[in-house]
């Protein structure tokens, strides 16, 4: 099916570094894995895009995952016209939105992340999907279940490359599984006790905790400070971004600031 869409860019929020099994195949073309299902995206141009799936299944399913019902437009109009990099950096990355994961997912490939680049934190998850996910087509799997993750053994978790990272995978994936912490419950915490339970998990820091926050339970005013967030602010805003000028959705800022800096490096 087809669909035309504003502020919605294939290739941006592939490489917005919010989601590891959003994939370009091509330089027009990217594949989603998500929610048990696998779905192909074609940028057709003219911010007409077509989908590898039937209207019911983009009602139900994708129009909420990709956001397409958010004004992104708003936030764009928002910037400070003399802030001339945020202003540069909304223009280069308008095309990103800020998907809505599942949060078991999106809290172990998180932790999983913590130093590792973008291409070696989707093989991590792409072995650990194939060790244990649910089959969707041939050789495609879906990211794995708790209780799944929980029962694999040491030798399996080093086996998908996660080094020191393994102990706070399965730490996670056992209280998830045994019902300690309810993931889903926990969306309708405010944003200060989603984070307290959040970091409360074995590896889950400051940084790891606000992109669970922004990218499982849309929480847009969460800012994550990665090594690229600090650079800028350093360079650009004395130390510190100015968050309370843009409450509410400043990470979605955090993105295009992020796109932008990586666009710009070549990376």
Same mark, same amino acid.
Request: charged share 30%.
């Given at each position: 099916?087809?669909?035309?869409?504003?502020?919605?860019?294939?290739?941006?929020?592939?490489?917005?570094?919010?989601?590891?099994?959003?994939?370009?195949?091509?330089?027009?073309?990217?594949?989603?894995?998500?929610?048990?299902?696998?779905?192909?995206?074609?940028?057709?141009?003219?911010?007409?895009? +077509?989908?590898?799936?039937?209207?019911?299944?983009?009602?139900?399913?994708?129009?909420?995952?990709? +956001?397409?019902?958010?004004?992104?437009?708003?936030?764009?109009?928002?910037?400070?016209?003399?802030?001339?990099?945020?202003?540069?950096?909304?223009?280069?990355?308008?095309?990103?939105?800020?998907?809505?994961?599942?949060?078991?997912?999106?809290?172990?490939?998180?932790?999983?992340?913590?130093?590792?680049?973008?291409?070696?934190?989707?093989?991590?998850?792409?072995?650990?999907?194939?060790?244990?996910?649910?089959?969707?087509?041939?050789?495609?799997?879906?990211?794995?279940?708790?209780?799944?993750?929980?029962?694999?053994?040491?030798?399996?978790?080093? +086996?998908?490359?996660?080094?020191?990272?393994?102990?706070?995978?399965?730490?996670?994936?056992?209280?998830?599984?045994?019902?300690?912490?309810?993931?889903?419950?926990?969306?309708?915490?405010?944003?200060?006790?989603?984070?307290?339970?959040?970091?409360?998990?074995?590896?889950?820091?400051?940084?790891?905790?606000?992109?669970?926050?922004?990218?499982?339970?849309?929480?847009?005013?969460?800012?994550?400070?990665?090594?690229?967030?600090?650079?800028?602010?350093?360079?650009?805003?004395?130390?510190?971004?100015?968050?309370?000028?843009?409450?509410?959705?400043?990470?979605?800022?955090?993105?295009?600031?992020?796109?932008?800096?990586?666009?710009?490096?070549?990376?």
């Amino acid at each position: 099916m087809k669909i035309h869409t504003d502020n919605f860019d294939l290739k941006q929020t592939a490489l917005s570094g919010q989601c590891f099994r959003m994939i370009m195949q091509d330089h027009d073309t990217a594949r989603v894995i998500a929610k048990n299902r696998v779905l192909y995206i074609k940028d057709l141009g003219g911010c007409d895009l +077509d989908l590898s799936c039937p209207r019911e299944e983009f009602e139900a399913v994708w129009k909420e995952y990709f +956001d397409l019902d958010t004004d992104y437009g708003r936030f764009i109009d928002s910037v400070d016209r003399s802030d001339d990099f945020l202003m540069r950096a909304s223009r280069c990355g308008s095309g990103i939105r800020i998907l809505r994961q599942d949060p078991f997912e999106t809290l172990i490939s998180f932790i999983i992340s913590q130093r590792k680049s973008i291409p070696a934190i989707q093989t991590s998850i792409e072995k650990l999907s194939a060790l244990c996910g649910d089959r969707i087509e041939e050789d495609i799997f879906a990211f794995p279940m708790p209780h799944a993750i929980a029962s694999l053994s040491d030798k399996e978790l080093a +086996d998908c490359s996660l080094g020191y990272r393994a102990s706070y995978v399965r730490e996670a994936a056992e209280r998830v599984a045994s019902g300690e912490k309810d993931l889903e419950k926990m969306g309708e915490l405010t944003d200060e006790e989603l984070y307290d339970e959040l970091i409360s998990f074995c590896g889950v820091g400051k940084k790891v905790a606000n992109c669970v926050m922004l990218f499982a339970y849309h929480r847009i005013a969460s800012f994550p400070v990665d090594v690229w967030i600090q650079r800028i602010e350093d360079e650009h805003y004395g130390g510190r971004f100015p968050v309370e000028r843009y409450q509410g959705f400043a990470g979605v800022l955090q993105q295009y600031m992020f796109y932008y800096v990586r666009t710009e490096r070549g990376d």
